[in-house]
């Protein structure tokens, strides 16, 4: 029916129809009325958003789809699906758009948009002081019954664990590459990589980082941001399930009451490495004893690597507010402490800095991305809780001012300039391990195989 047949029907004219078939119009509802009526429908029906069959269905899709910016973009002609057009042609058509505007989307998640990712994520666990009850609530009760009372939590509990939310944790030394954990949930499987020190502690966390997918309802992330909360709250739920919230918050406030808050003697206490340790200090002590405190994980080139702050010190950041990739300042403990020759023990040392004086106590070692510091810091006034707060090392940091570290003195850079020629490094960004392709960058055949290999036949 064209735009005059229908509007002699319904006692209107095209022009009319046609301003408000375009929206330019609201129609009265005497026209909507005679409208249905010639077409044989009801009003309901023809205001109704739900398009009549599928075919109509397709035929909107294509046309929004070929509104957008990104069509006209590539500067291809406009198809108006009439009567004669296949139906199979519609749908490669409507299949076509919705992967370009899939993959449009995928393109987002560029290293800037993850960095903006990261940063809203950081602050808002910061508004949070590092702290999520709800995660330790679930985390508390899994453990609760496995009849832990203290100390480490044993890779038998880990599997009891795994056990009550209906898994067997199976080692395999055939994990695609893309994945850290595979789950079957077919037959109740969580393949892991094999241990690859006895007895170690590593596999704790990755068993109960991939049980915790299960715990918390995870669902396929839809953007970089849902990927990386993802991995903070399954990151958070390990974490407390390796350093149980009561236990822990017990040991840390007698550590407190003697006056002797230590990284070292909360990590040996439950069996997890320095780095987890001063992690979970972070979830705790402002949240139960009201501590505010910093954390730093810093390269020996002064990279820094991972950064949580809720004392008010100030961390290196770039244009977008990300931290990950900046350098601290060279008097900060992170870096001071390479400098020690005991790297045995941690190292303390008060900075004086435009945000005040702080206190922090450094622990260095070496993994394979190279040497590393692990920093625990807190405000002067707090300093008289942790051991080492004795230390009579004491330096200054003007940073962000670059004369404090970052611009030579005047007479050296007067003396050099003509006679140097530095060739710049590419800056390693540390994001650059980021999903490449389709997001988020598990190769899906792969894991399929593996479960196939594993499960033949019974996946259904
Ligand atoms: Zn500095």
Redesign the pocket.
């Known amino acids: 029916m064209t735009l005059d047949d229908l509007g002699r029907a319904a006692g209107t004219t095209a022009s009319q129809l046609s301003l408000v078939e375009n929206g330019r119009r609201e129609p009265r509802l005497s026209l909507l009325e005679a409208v249905a009526s010639t077409l044989g429908t009801t009003t309901a029906e023809l205001l109704s958003p739900e398009p009549p069959s599928r075919r109509a269905a397709l035929e909107i899709e294509l046309e929004r789809a070929q509104s957008t910016g990104t069509y006209a973009s590539l500067g291809l002609p406009v198809v108006r699906p009439g009567k004669s057009f296949p139906t199979e042609a519609l749908e490669a058509f409507v299949g076509l758009h919705r992967e370009l505007a899939r993959r449009a989307d995928a393109a987002i998640a560029t290293p800037e948009e993850a960095r903006r990712a990261t940063t809203a994520l950081r602050l808002w666990m910061r508004e949070r002081d590092n702290y999520l009850p709800e995660i330790e609530d679930e985390a508390t009760a899994l453990v609760a019954r496995t009849g832990y009372s203290s100390g480490a939590l044993t890779h038998r509990a880990v599997s009891q664990m795994a056990d009550h939310v209906g898994f067997r944790l199976i080692h395999v030394d055939d994990l695609p590459h893309s994945t850290r954990t595979v789950t079957d949930l077919a037959n109740g499987r969580i393949y892991l990589p094999p241990a690859s020190i006895p007895g170690g502690h590593g596999l704790r966390s990755l068993a109960l980082q991939a049980i915790a997918h299960r715990v918390l309802g995870h669902r396929d992330p839809t953007s970089y941001a849902d990927f990386l909360r993802q991995r903070v709250e399954i990151n958070y739920f390990a974490s407390a399930c390796l350093m149980p919230r009561e236990q822990a918050v017990a040991r840390l406030g007698e550590a407190k009451a003697r006056k002797d808050l230590a990284v070292e003697d909360f990590r040996d206490l439950f069996g997890v490495t320095h780095d987890a340790a001063a992690q979970r200090m972070t979830n705790l002590l402002t949240s139960h004893l009201g501590l505010r405190l910093h954390f730093l994980r810093v390269g020996a080139d002064g990279t820094l690597f991972k950064g949580y702050e809720n004392d008010g010190v100030r961390l290196p950041t770039d244009t977008t507010g990300a931290i990950e990739g900046q350098v601290v ?4 403990a992170s870096r001071a402490a390479f400098a020690q020759h005991d790297r045995a023990t941690e190292y303390y040392q008060y900075t004086d800095t435009p945000e005040g004086t702080f206190w922090c106590t450094t622990q260095t070692g070496t993994a394979t991305g190279g040497a590393f510091s692990i920093s625990v810091g807190v405000p002067f006034a707090a300093a008289k809780w942790f051991r080492g707060r004795e230390t009579t090392t004491r330096l200054a ?3 962000p ?1 670059p004369a ?3 611009r030579p003195e005047p007479g050296l850079a007067e003396r050099w300039a003509p006679h140097a020629w530095p060739s710049a490094a590419v800056h390693a960004h540390v994001l650059s391990p980021l999903p490449t392709g389709t997001f988020p960058g598990v190769d899906e055949g792969a894991v399929y195989a593996f479960l196939e290999r594993h499960a033949p036949g019974r996946t259904g």
């Open positions: 300042c060279r008097a900060w940091s003007r940073c001012d404090c570290c970052r």
